[in-house]
């Protein structure tokens, strides 16, 4: 489960869907973009593949640890560029392993 945690948007709480209780408001996040963050959509292929969009234009993908996040991440394993247009929405493809459509 991800979620934004911060003031504009640009940072994200990840936290394995079986994790319940109250959380401690030092959790580690994902400082995912220097920007809102608009959307984002899991792997159904690969658990704690998480693609996310943002306004500031660019398309990031992260592996987040099966345990969810232990310390705050700000490396993605790739990044795109979507061309000088804010990313509205992300989305795996729900049958073709590794396909990221954006808008």
Known sequence: ????????????AVLP???????SKTMPLLHA???????????NFHDGLL???SQDCMVKVWTIPEKGLE??????E???SH???RV?????HPTVDCLLTTA
Do not use: Y
């Open 17 to 23: 869907i079986d994790d319940c209780g109250r959380k």
């Open 33 to 43: 973009h220097t920007d809102t963050v608009t959307d984002m959509d899991f792997s």
């Open 88 to 92: 509205e929405c992300v989305k795996w």
């Open 51 to 53: 693609a996310t969009g």
């Open 83 to 85: 061309r000088q247009r």
């Open 71 to 76: 310390e705050s991440i700000c490396n993605p």
């Open 78 to 80: 790739m990044t795109f």
């Open 1 to 12: 489960m991800a979620f934004n945690v911060d003031h504009n948007g640009s940072s994200l």
